[in-house]
């Protein structure tokens, strides 16, 4: 039986459209509150990059925009590429094996319990990949898969794609129900503690569903398009970052506060901290942008440190509270859980993957086709060179 749908006409997007122009923080609707704001952090310019502070580098043949998954068991860090490949690359660097779709692979790997690689491409499959890189399945959409996939208790595969449906595909390859939620969905999908389902769309709804049913719990019409995905903290708690500049905050059963954060940019992806009392993501603005960190507590603004580009992808959190995320200034980052800086990289292009931190060493992919190995105890860079600065197009 097929789930009620709220929408009834999806609205396709063949070509996926670029990150827009500023958005206008006026209209939300929601409870809002203005945070107090604590200084911003300001690193001073930069030395040169020392060699020893990359473990090492593998070059693709295109952009990575695709955020890098690692097996501990195996020993391999998988991603995806705009030359249409998914590659497995070991944690020393060599390729185990590469994996060729029909299109471009926006797509982020999500890894099953056995192993399975669940990744979308630009061909508009899902695909089913064996830890050894073989076909096992893939499951055909109407239009691009960008969104990670997110894998259910039961093995079951979520995940969106640009013809506006939520999809959720069986261990086998096949259909289970799928959701018409009306846009082009381009964001991650989470799974809650509390059983639900999260997503959002291009257009800004935010929704909760029932993994197993498709049925929708709730959802909320933030009115301003947006790339972020929701975020998940404990008590099932959602935060979700809008183009609007407010960070959305819903309880389990879907009643909703908003705090006006940017009064400049948009919101991007937000990651919360294993003791839920931080919520960090950055924003968007031509002319200079921020990474904030939330406390869920006072609900204000803690800190925000000052970049010169996006921070698009949502940001990784170390065991020892080190925050690591990249931007399109080219620059990838580590900052202290104060909001200090403790190092950061430049890449040859734009950073919107997001960071995965294992034995520590950051892998991050860039807009230049290279992921990074980095060595996240180094302290070699107190600066960094801002690329947008000689760029108009950032």
Partial sequence: MSPTNVVTI????????????????????????NPTYAPTIKPSAAPTVSPTSRTWTYSTSGALFSSPAISQTLGVVYVGSLDYNIYAISLSGSLVWKYTTGGEVHSSPTLGPDGTVFI??????????????????????????????????????????????????????????????????????????????????????????????????????????????????????????SWSGYLYVFSASGSVSSYHVSLAGGLYSPTVSSNGKMVYFGDYYRYGSYFYAFNTTSKSVSWKFATSGATVGAPAVGSDGSIYFGCDDFNVYALTPAGNLKWSYVTGDGVESTPAVYGGVVYVGSYDGVLYALNAGKTYLKGRFSACLLLPSC
């Fill in 10 to 33: 999806a609205s396709t997007i063949s070509s996926p459209p670029s990150y827009g122009p500023t958005p206008s923080p006026t209209g939300v609707p929601g409870t809002t509150s």
């Fill in 120 to 241: 979308g491409s630009n061909d508009t499959n899902v695909y089913a990949l064996t830890s050894s890189g073989a076909l096992k399945w893939k499951f055909k959409t109407s239009s691009v898969v960008w969104t990670r996939p997110a894998v259910g208790s039961d093995g079951t595969v979520f995940v969106g794609s640009a013809d506006g449906y939520m999809y959720a595909i069986t261990t086998s390859g096949a259909q289970k129900w799928k959701f018409n939620a009306g846009y082009s969905i381009y964001n991650g999908v989470t799974v809650g503690s509390a059983g639900s389902l999260y997503f959002s769309t291009y257009s800004g709804i935010v929704y909760a569903l029932s993994p197993a049913t498709g049925k929708m719990a709730w959802q909320y019409d933030t009115g301003a398009t947006s790339f972020s995905s929701p975020a998940v903290g404990p008590g099932n708690v959602v935060y979700y970052g």
